[in-house]
T-cell receptor
Framework: DQQVKQNSPSLSVQEGRISILNCDYT??????FLWYKKYPAEGPTFLIS?????DKNEDGRFTVFLNKSAKHLSLHIVPSQPGDSAVYFC???????????FGEGTQLTVNP | DAMVIQNPRYQVTQFGKPVTLSCSQT?????MYWYQQKSSQAPKLLFH???????NEADTPDNFQSRRPNTSFCFLDIRSPGLGDAAMYLC??????????????FGSGTRLTVV
């Protein structure tokens, strides 16, 4: 069973506009959520995280929102830049260990 | 720069011929992970080492094994690769359970092709 799901395989936005990437989870024991960015031929790189005790975390152009009741989180990128074009993975962990469970990823394309 | 290095970047192996993928790190992180990622799928955790303690995921096939001779190195052994084992293999590290909040550091991956 896929405990972390990213239902949109791809997203295309114009430069300067907002990109919103979505992620849903089913395991109510998850208490930390992370976003990773992956360029072709490179490993994923950590972008931003949020604890389940918060509903928002911001870092520059990147903001992650968490809606625990809906088991949903989203990553907002404002303003989007062509260099943001990459695959974005959502990941989550629970208190049982250090492992992360990943979603399938969303390919973001930012058009100039 | 401190980093996680995976060798080789591309590996072609014959069906049924044992193959070993390697990962090294200069971060001195005590936790090392191996993930398998097939095309357009989520990276799937195969196993991880917490210090010297090996933690296997329940659904990891017996065909996959791992060794960690020291803090810096970790190996993924596939005893008899099948066509279904063709994938990107990602090595990652973290310090204790800090990876839950601060993320793992990933290598660039090894793409395995089975012919």
């Amino acid at each position: 069973d896929q405990q972390v799901k990213q239902n949109s395989p791809s997203l295309s936005v114009q430069e300067g506009r907002i990109s919103i990437l979505n992620c849903d989870y089913t395991n109510s024991m998850f208490d930390y959520f992370l976003w990773y960015k992956k360029y072709p031929a490179e490993g994923p790189t950590f972008l931003i995280s949020i604890s389940s005790i918060k509903d928002k975390n911001e870092d520059g152009r990147f903001t992650v929102f968490l809606n625990k009741s809906a088991k949903h989180l989203s990553l907002h990128i404002v303003p989007s830049q062509p260099g943001d074009s990459a695959v974005y993975f959502c990941a989550a962990s629970d208190d049982s260990g250090s492992r992360l469970t990943f979603g399938e990823g969303t390919q973001l394309t930012v058009n100039p | 720069d401190a980093m996680v290095i995976q060798n080789p970047r591309y590996q072609v192996t014959q069906f049924g011929k044992p193959v070993t993928l390697s990962c090294s790190q200069t971060l001195n992180h005590n936790v090392m992970y191996w993930y398998q990622q097939k095309s357009s799928q989520a990276p799937k955790l195969l196993f991880h080492y917490y210090d010297k303690d090996f933690n296997n995921e329940a659904d990891t096939p017996d065909n996959f094994q791992s060794r960690r001779p020291n803090t810096s190195f970790c190996f993924l052994d596939i005893r008899s690769p099948g066509l279904g084992d063709a994938a990107m293999y990602l090595c990652a590290t973290s310090r204790d359970r800090a990876g839950r909040l601060f993320g793992y550091t990933f290598g660039s991956g090894t793409r395995l092709t089975v012919v």
